[in-house]
């Protein structure tokens, strides 16, 4: 293992020392990007665990529970007709500016985000993998079309004219924090082609499968890359954990930039315990 790739923690505002250990890694080249729901906090969409993560009440919308129940599925679309706004409205922040201009400078072999929220598109970030599906597209289970999101969002609004409850909690996945009580009222849609009321976000929720050819085509990143380098995640869910345990047995190197501890912080080359937004601008500059 060379000097550049000496495991370490770094803590705290980004110091010359980690300056050159990260800078290092990232200017060789050949980086593949891992990013999590901490890239987006300074875009004012919550983590789970972060500084900036907020408890539920209610736990995520599980895939069983979606298909298995209308009740379940009129839920869901009660508090992300709520939540979307605050996705909709969110602009990419340094983080997100930093991973697009050290791909336009050629330094990235690719970017995959386990975020929803597509605000790496939004920054001029060119093929990125989203592990996890996006936000911006709605898919009907009964009869395949995917449509728009906005078109969704239409459609709601209209039905909902006079549905009003109060939002104290978004969450990374788009949806409000709501109580039974603050459903009553809203009324859902159906597919607009088929009418189906299995419409569902294009994402993978709990207990739902990432596609395998989506799978595949990440693991072929990182077993390309020379560096694995992980944005604001934990790791503590195993869909982007897995990609740092198969970079490590290959040998490839890791870094990881995320505030507080990690899965994989035992796995790293180099852990950075700071802000992403100063850390990624600092590299860039």
């Known amino acids: 293992m060379s000097a550049v790739a000496r495991p370490g923690t770094y803590r705290g505002c980004v110091t010359l020392a980690l300056d050159t250990h990260l800078r290092e890694l990232v200017h060789a080249g050949g980086v593949v990007v ?3 729901a901490g890239l987006s906090t300074e875009s004012g969409i919550p983590d789970y665990r972060g500084p900036s993560g907020a408890l539920r009440r209610h736990g995520p919308m599980t895939y069983q529970a979606f298909v298995g129940s209308p009740a379940s599925r009129r839920r869901y679309w009660a508090r992300s007709y709520l939540g979307w706004q ?15 201009a050290l791909q336009q400078r050629g330094l990235l072999a690719g970017i995959i985000t ?43 609004r209209a039905a909902n004219l006079d549905f009003v409850a109060h939002v104290a909690t978004i969450n990374p996945d788009g ?7 603050q459903l ?18 294009d994402v993978v929720f709990f207990g739902e499968n990432v596609p395998r050819g989506r799978v595949d085509a990440c693991y072929a990143l990182v077993e390309s890359a020379a560096t694995l380098l992980v944005l604001g995640s ?23 930039v995320n505030q507080g501890e990690t899965r994989g912080d035992e796995l790293a080359d180099v852990k950075v315990d700071a802000p992403l937004g100063e850390t990624l601008s600092a590299l860039v500059a």
């Not at 605050?86 to 697009?100: C, E, F, L, M, Y």
């Not at 949806?175 to 009580?181: F, G, K, P, T, W």
């Not at 790791?235 to 490839?252: E, N």
């Open 34 to 36: 891992l990013s999590g």
């Open 86 to 100: 605050q996705i909709a409205n969110a602009a990419p922040n340094r983080g997100h500016h930093g991973v697009a």
């Open 114 to 156: 386990q975020n929803v929220d597509g605000l790496h598109q939004a920054a001029g970030a060119r093929d990125v993998i989203e592990l996890h599906g996006g936000l911006d597209l709605v898919v009907c289970l009964s009869c395949g079309i995917r449509d728009t999101r906005l078109r969704l969002d239409e459609r709601l």
């Open 175 to 181: 949806d409000a924090e709501l109580s039974d009580e």
């Open 184 to 201: 009553d009222g809203f009324v859902p849609v159906g597919c607009g082609y088929c009418s189906s009321d299995l419409l569902k976000p």
């Open 234 to 256: 934990s790791l503590t869910v195993m869909s982007g954990f897995r990609f740092v345990r198969r970079a490590r047995a290959l040998g490839i190197r890791v870094a990881i």
